[in-house]
Protein backbone atom coordinates (compact mmCIF):
# COMPACT_ATOMS: atom_id res chain seq x y z
CA UNK A 1 0.00 0.00 0.00
CA UNK A 2 1.47 2.99 -0.74
CA UNK A 3 1.92 5.51 1.68
CA UNK A 4 2.92 9.47 1.73
CA UNK A 5 4.39 11.06 4.60
CA UNK A 6 5.11 14.63 5.01
CA UNK A 7 7.44 16.47 7.57
CA UNK A 8 6.44 18.94 9.29
CA UNK A 9 3.15 18.95 10.05
CA UNK A 10 2.88 22.39 11.20
CA UNK A 11 4.98 25.49 10.38
CA UNK A 12 5.42 28.47 11.83
CA UNK A 13 8.13 30.68 10.23
CA UNK A 14 8.62 34.18 10.18
CA UNK A 15 8.38 36.67 6.83
CA UNK A 16 11.23 37.25 4.62
CA UNK A 17 12.52 33.51 5.60
CA UNK A 18 13.22 30.75 3.66
CA UNK A 19 12.01 26.67 4.68
CA UNK A 20 11.27 23.24 3.13
CA UNK A 21 8.28 21.09 3.40
CA UNK A 22 9.33 17.35 2.82
CA UNK A 23 7.53 14.33 1.32
CA UNK A 24 8.61 11.36 0.85
CA UNK A 25 6.40 8.56 -0.50
CA UNK A 26 7.07 4.59 0.14
CA UNK A 27 6.90 2.96 -3.20
CA UNK A 28 7.71 4.26 -6.80
CA UNK A 29 5.73 6.54 -8.55
CA UNK A 30 5.42 8.38 -11.68
CA UNK A 31 4.26 11.73 -10.58
CA UNK A 32 4.04 13.92 -7.45
CA UNK A 33 1.51 16.63 -7.19
CA UNK A 34 1.27 19.50 -4.88
CA UNK A 35 -1.90 21.33 -3.43
CA UNK A 36 -2.47 24.18 -1.40
CA UNK A 37 -5.58 24.13 0.34
CA UNK A 38 -7.45 27.33 2.68
CA UNK A 39 -9.12 27.20 5.44
CA UNK A 40 -12.97 25.86 4.22
CA UNK A 41 -11.25 26.01 1.17
CA UNK A 42 -10.81 23.49 -1.48
CA UNK A 43 -7.37 22.37 -3.07
CA UNK A 44 -5.52 23.95 -5.03
CA UNK A 45 -3.45 22.68 -7.91
CA UNK A 46 0.39 23.83 -7.44
CA UNK A 47 2.80 21.58 -9.34
CA UNK A 48 2.76 18.48 -11.00
CA UNK A 49 6.49 16.72 -10.70
CA UNK A 50 6.71 13.86 -13.66
CA UNK A 51 10.46 12.89 -13.73
CA UNK A 52 13.71 12.39 -11.66
CA UNK A 53 14.64 15.51 -11.25
CA UNK A 54 11.95 17.69 -12.22
CA UNK A 55 11.87 21.54 -10.87
CA UNK A 56 9.12 23.53 -11.27
CA UNK A 57 8.94 27.01 -9.85
CA UNK A 58 5.97 29.57 -9.64
CA UNK A 59 6.46 32.76 -7.35
CA UNK A 60 8.30 32.16 -4.19
CA UNK A 61 7.17 28.24 -4.01
CA UNK A 62 9.85 25.54 -5.65
CA UNK A 63 8.96 22.05 -6.07
CA UNK A 64 11.23 19.26 -6.66
CA UNK A 65 11.48 15.71 -7.53
CA UNK A 66 13.69 12.43 -6.56
CA UNK A 67 12.46 9.45 -7.39
CA UNK A 68 15.14 7.12 -6.46
CA UNK A 69 15.04 8.77 -2.92
CA UNK A 70 11.31 9.07 -3.17
CA UNK A 71 10.79 12.70 -2.22
CA UNK A 72 9.53 15.62 -2.86
CA UNK A 73 10.26 19.21 -1.74
CA UNK A 74 7.97 22.52 -1.18
CA UNK A 75 10.60 25.60 -0.94
CA UNK A 76 9.44 28.42 0.14
CA UNK A 77 11.91 31.60 -0.72
CA UNK A 78 11.26 35.10 1.44
CA UNK A 79 7.84 33.92 3.12
CA UNK A 80 4.93 36.16 3.03
CA UNK A 81 1.77 36.01 4.88
CA UNK A 82 -0.56 35.24 1.27
CA UNK A 83 1.20 32.07 1.52
CA UNK A 84 -0.32 31.00 4.93
CA UNK A 85 -1.84 27.56 3.91
CA UNK A 86 -2.08 23.89 4.55
CA UNK A 87 -0.04 22.18 1.54
CA UNK A 88 -0.12 18.81 0.42
CA UNK A 89 2.00 16.52 -1.43
CA UNK A 90 0.21 13.29 -3.44
CA UNK A 91 1.09 10.64 -5.19
CA UNK A 92 0.17 7.98 -7.39
CA UNK A 93 1.22 4.47 -8.12
CA UNK A 94 2.12 3.46 -11.90
CA UNK A 95 -1.20 2.81 -13.66
CA UNK A 96 -3.47 3.94 -10.95
CA UNK A 97 -5.24 7.17 -11.12
CA UNK A 98 -6.22 7.21 -7.11
CA UNK A 99 -4.09 10.36 -5.46
CA UNK A 100 -2.53 8.98 -2.60
CA UNK A 101 -2.39 12.55 0.27
CA UNK A 102 0.40 13.03 2.51
CA UNK A 103 -0.79 13.96 6.01
CA UNK A 104 -0.30 17.82 4.97
CA UNK A 105 1.69 20.94 6.60
CA UNK A 106 -0.26 23.41 8.32
CA UNK A 107 1.76 26.79 7.21
CA UNK A 108 1.59 30.14 9.17
CA UNK A 109 3.64 32.87 8.09
CA UNK A 110 4.18 35.54 11.06
CA UNK A 111 4.33 39.17 9.90
CA UNK B 1 -14.21 27.80 -19.10
CA UNK B 2 -15.85 26.12 -15.67
CA UNK B 3 -14.17 24.48 -13.31
CA UNK B 4 -15.44 21.20 -11.61
CA UNK B 5 -18.42 22.33 -10.06
CA UNK B 6 -20.16 20.52 -7.22
CA UNK B 7 -23.59 20.46 -5.68
CA UNK B 8 -24.80 21.11 -3.29
CA UNK B 9 -22.33 23.47 -0.98
CA UNK B 10 -23.25 22.43 2.13
CA UNK B 11 -25.98 20.36 3.82
CA UNK B 12 -27.08 18.77 6.89
CA UNK B 13 -28.29 15.32 7.49
CA UNK B 14 -29.53 13.35 10.33
CA UNK B 15 -28.06 10.03 10.93
CA UNK B 16 -29.79 7.05 8.68
CA UNK B 17 -30.48 9.64 6.37
CA UNK B 18 -29.80 9.20 2.59
CA UNK B 19 -27.62 11.86 0.22
CA UNK B 20 -26.43 12.43 -3.05
CA UNK B 21 -23.50 14.92 -4.03
CA UNK B 22 -23.34 15.49 -7.65
CA UNK B 23 -20.06 16.50 -9.78
CA UNK B 24 -19.42 18.25 -13.04
CA UNK B 25 -16.04 17.73 -14.49
CA UNK B 26 -14.17 20.24 -16.99
CA UNK B 27 -15.60 20.08 -20.07
CA UNK B 28 -13.96 17.53 -22.19
CA UNK B 29 -12.61 15.44 -19.05
CA UNK B 30 -13.94 12.25 -18.85
CA UNK B 31 -12.49 11.06 -15.08
CA UNK B 32 -13.65 11.81 -12.52
CA UNK B 33 -12.74 10.54 -8.40
CA UNK B 34 -14.18 10.91 -5.41
CA UNK B 35 -12.58 12.42 -2.16
CA UNK B 36 -13.86 12.61 1.40
CA UNK B 37 -11.54 15.09 3.73
CA UNK B 38 -12.11 14.46 7.49
CA UNK B 39 -11.38 18.22 9.14
CA UNK B 40 -7.72 17.78 9.88
CA UNK B 41 -6.77 15.14 7.51
CA UNK B 42 -5.71 14.53 3.93
CA UNK B 43 -8.39 13.77 1.57
CA UNK B 44 -9.00 9.99 0.94
CA UNK B 45 -10.08 8.18 -2.26
CA UNK B 46 -13.04 6.87 -2.25
CA UNK B 47 -14.07 6.43 -6.06
CA UNK B 48 -12.74 6.87 -9.33
CA UNK B 49 -15.17 6.55 -12.49
CA UNK B 50 -13.17 6.67 -16.57
CA UNK B 51 -16.09 6.52 -19.26
CA UNK B 52 -19.04 5.33 -17.07
CA UNK B 53 -17.06 2.44 -15.47
CA UNK B 54 -15.64 1.83 -12.14
CA UNK B 55 -12.02 2.24 -12.05
CA UNK B 56 -11.12 1.98 -8.60
CA UNK B 57 -12.70 2.01 -5.13
CA UNK B 58 -11.12 2.76 -1.93
CA UNK B 59 -11.54 1.53 1.78
CA UNK B 60 -15.12 2.44 2.16
CA UNK B 61 -18.22 0.38 3.30
CA UNK B 62 -20.86 -0.46 0.46
CA UNK B 63 -23.12 2.47 1.80
CA UNK B 64 -21.01 4.30 -0.49
CA UNK B 65 -21.54 4.26 -4.04
CA UNK B 66 -21.58 6.16 -6.99
CA UNK B 67 -21.78 6.22 -10.51
CA UNK B 68 -21.05 8.38 -13.55
CA UNK B 69 -23.53 9.71 -16.61
CA UNK B 70 -23.18 9.58 -20.26
CA UNK B 71 -22.23 13.34 -20.21
CA UNK B 72 -19.25 12.88 -17.89
CA UNK B 73 -21.30 14.24 -14.72
CA UNK B 74 -21.38 12.43 -11.56
CA UNK B 75 -22.66 11.27 -8.41
CA UNK B 76 -21.87 10.19 -5.07
CA UNK B 77 -24.32 8.26 -2.23
CA UNK B 78 -24.21 7.77 0.85
CA UNK B 79 -26.69 5.85 2.60
CA UNK B 80 -27.56 5.41 6.26
CA UNK B 81 -25.48 7.96 7.29
CA UNK B 82 -23.26 7.99 10.56
CA UNK B 83 -22.02 10.80 12.41
CA UNK B 84 -18.73 10.11 10.78
CA UNK B 85 -19.60 10.72 7.41
CA UNK B 86 -19.13 13.91 8.64
CA UNK B 87 -16.44 15.48 6.01
CA UNK B 88 -15.45 17.72 3.01
CA UNK B 89 -16.52 15.17 -0.22
CA UNK B 90 -14.18 16.85 -2.84
CA UNK B 91 -14.76 15.90 -6.30
CA UNK B 92 -11.59 15.89 -9.16
CA UNK B 93 -11.74 15.87 -13.00
CA UNK B 94 -8.82 14.70 -15.25
CA UNK B 95 -8.59 14.74 -18.62
CA UNK B 96 -5.21 14.47 -21.34
CA UNK B 97 -3.16 16.58 -19.55
CA UNK B 98 -1.17 15.89 -16.05
CA UNK B 99 -3.27 17.95 -13.56
CA UNK B 100 -6.13 16.78 -11.45
CA UNK B 101 -8.46 19.10 -10.37
CA UNK B 102 -10.48 19.54 -7.56
CA UNK B 103 -14.02 20.73 -7.47
CA UNK B 104 -15.25 23.14 -4.19
CA UNK B 105 -16.50 20.57 -2.33
CA UNK B 106 -19.82 19.45 -0.79
CA UNK B 107 -19.66 20.02 2.81
CA UNK B 108 -21.58 17.11 4.65
CA UNK B 109 -23.01 17.92 8.28
CA UNK B 110 -24.42 14.76 9.60
CA UNK B 111 -26.46 15.44 13.45
Known amino acids: ELKVEQNPLFLSMQEGKNYTIYCNYS?????LYWYRQDPGKSLESLFV?????AVKQEGRLMASLDTKARLSTLHITAAVHDLSATYFC???????????FGTGTRLTIIP | DAGVTQSPTHLIKTRGQHVTLRCSPI?????VSWYQQVLGQGPQFIFQ???????GRGNFPDRFSARQFPNYSSELNVNALLLGDSALYLC??????????FGEGSWLTVV
Open chain 2, 92 to 101: ASSGQGNTIY
Open chain 1, 27 to 31: TTSDR
Open chain 1, 49 to 53: LLSNG
Open chain 1, 90 to 100: ATQAFGNEKLT
Open chain 2, 27 to 31: SGHKS
Open chain 2, 49 to 55: YYEKEER
